[in-house]
């Protein structure tokens, strides 16, 4: 069995927790993130695609990211990718990988999280690259394709007496004996919109 006993781990888990408190609406005939998922988890996924980046927070001087919750037959699924330590990207292609285990921790990394028979589970970027077609204010287009294991594995938690806010919460460690899941996609991203969404206190 190898770990990888990493902070930035759970930095990936806060945002995963972040785009669900932030409950991106979106039309994915306008704006959307699509993925074929093999491996542990056989799975089509589409879903909204919503990326945010600038000023970020407990000691990270600036961060980006695209997040997406599933629709249709992949409501209670999310994925994303996430950049701190650097701003939206320009065009062209990108590592993803664990983030460093330094802090504030710096990378390119990608996440896929999914409900199923009462758990729900977080799978994150071990190898992968992202390749960025088009990075403007208005629209952030490209593919991508990671490699990874499981990360979290947890039952369902609420945190807000709400169906459809469920959070995975578990360690922050990166065991390569865990399931394994590769993920290849696009996405086609507008700019998240705090007037779209349901916040929660």
């Not at 806060?14 to 699509?34: E, I, N």
Request: with cysteine; glycine share 14%; net charge negative.
């Amino acid at each position: 069995m190898r770990l990888l006993a990493t902070r930035a781990v759970g930095v990936a888990s806060a945002v995963a927790l972040l785009g669900a408190c932030h409950d991106p609406a979106g039309d994915v005939t306008v704006s959307w993130l699509r993925a074929d998922v093999a491996g542990a988890v056989e799975d089509r996924y589409e879903g909204t695609g919503n990326f945010w980046f600038g000023a970020g927070h407990d000691g990270i001087p600036v961060q980006f990211g695209i997040s997406s919750k599933g629709v249709g037959a992949a409501a209670g699924s999310s994925m994303g990718l996430y950049r701190p330590g650097a701003g939206r990207p320009a065009v062209g292609s990108y590592v993803l990988a664990p983030l460093g285990d330094g802090y504030p921790p710096r990378g390119f990394t990608a996440y896929y999280g999914r409900r199923a028979n009462g758990r729900i589970e977080s799978f994150t970027a071990r190898a992968g690259r992202v390749d960025i077609t088009k990075s403007s204010d208005d629209r952030i287009e490209g593919a991508f394709w990671f490699a990874g294991p499981r990360y979290c594995s947890s039952l369902l938690v609420d945190w807000f007496d709400d169906e459809e806010e469920r959070f995975c919460i578990g360690p922050n460690t990166i065991d390569l004996s865990q399931p394994q899941v590769e993920v290849t996609g696009s996405f086609s991203a507008v700019p998240w919109d705090p007037a779209g969404v349901v916040e929660h206190e």
